[in-house]
């Protein structure tokens, strides 16, 4: 059985962590953050830590527990360092750019396909096969990544797509060249 729940979260010097009327608010230097929890969840905030505390042991209230600990503590690293997920484009002729405030995916369409910053995520092309997705907030650091990889995903028999840096693409083998005849 998991423990995360009652672990207590280290807030770092510069970041101010604040729960009132159901919403947590983490300040730091890189931006504010906030989230709603349950009232089944309780915040005590001192001495440079926060302890979430439940108010039954309900299977329900026990996983709310851990999700809300998690929750804030992603939060507290977003605002002190930040999240940050890197893309590798892999394909015969297949690049990327940056312009502006979008980039500029070549990835075997008829057409090139753009894809803008939203509010909160900025885009870099430090290669022209890799994409880097930064942010604050993990959820949308991960979900804008996964919308970019949705563009072309990896595909089994060559490896061709756009895939996570740390991905790894189970390879399937080709048709056999040969058979009886």
């Not at 440079?48 to 299977?59: I, S």
């Not at 979008?102 to 900025?122: A, Q, R």
């Not at 595909?155 to 991905?167: C, F, K, L, N, T």
Request: charged fraction near 25%.
């Amino acid at each position: 059985m998991s423990r995360i729940g009652n672990a207590p979260i280290t807030i770092p010097a510069g970041v101010t962590v604040e729960a009132k009327d159901n919403v947590v608010t983490v300040k730091g230097a890189k931006g504010v953050l906030t989230q709603a929890y349950d009232s089944v969840i309780s915040f005590k905030i001192e001495n440079n830590t926060v302890v979430l505390t439940r108010a039954n042991d309900l299977g329900p209230t026990k996983a709310k527990h851990g999700l809300y600990r998690a929750l804030v503590a992603n939060m507290v690293k977003g605002v002190t360092e930040g999240f940050k997920k890197t893309l590798v484009v892999n394909g015969v002729g297949w690049k990327v750019a940056k312009q502006g405030k979008k980039v500029v995916l070549n990835v075997g369409f008829s057409h090139p396909v753009e894809v803008e910053e939203i509010d909160g995520i900025t885009l870099d092309c430090p290669s022209i096969t890799e994409i880097t997705v930064a942010g604050i907030d993990k959820e949308k650091v991960g979900q804008f990544a996964a919308m970019v990889r949705g563009i072309r995903e990896p595909e089994p028999y060559h490896g061709y797509g756009i895939r996570y840096s740390d991905e790894v693409i189970d390879r399937k083998v080709g048709k056999a060249a040969g058979g009886k005849g």
